[in-house]
């Protein structure tokens, strides 16, 4: 399997409903609720390309475009953007859709950093 065919079968796409209980007092969802959500995306995503044990090193610029309201359903769809020796960078989009038309708007972007570890929690090569 080529690289690229190895980055098309990894992206991962995951939906899920915005209820009350994750959102804030202005009835939107809680910025810090959906950077949880975009990294364990962004984890299967690297996890899925690797195939290896892959851990969190950073977040690159979160850029919150529009507010994601409670009542809604949000698409996040993660894609290995960069691969090193041993660590990656998968971007994440969150899309927001309103449930009952088929509005559909780019509400989230950012990009996250993951390096591959082995037993022994040292890192290592991505690509064997």
Known sequence: ???EEK???SETRIFKAVFP?????????FGGTAMHMMDEVA???????S??????VSSDRI???MPIAAGTIVELVGTVSHIGNTSMKVKV???VEQMYSEEREKAVTGEFSFVAIDEHK????ILK
């Open 122 to 125: 040292k890192p290592t090569a």
């Open 63 to 65: 850029d919150f475009k």
């Open 93 to 95: 989009e969150i899309y």
């Open 43 to 49: 984890f299967i995503t690297a996890t899925r390309f």
């Open 51 to 56: 195939r290896q044990r892959m851990v969190t």
């Open 1 to 3: 399997m080529t690289i």
């Open 21 to 29: 209980n994750t959102t804030n007092h202005y009835d939107t969802l």
């Open 7 to 9: 980055i098309k079968a």
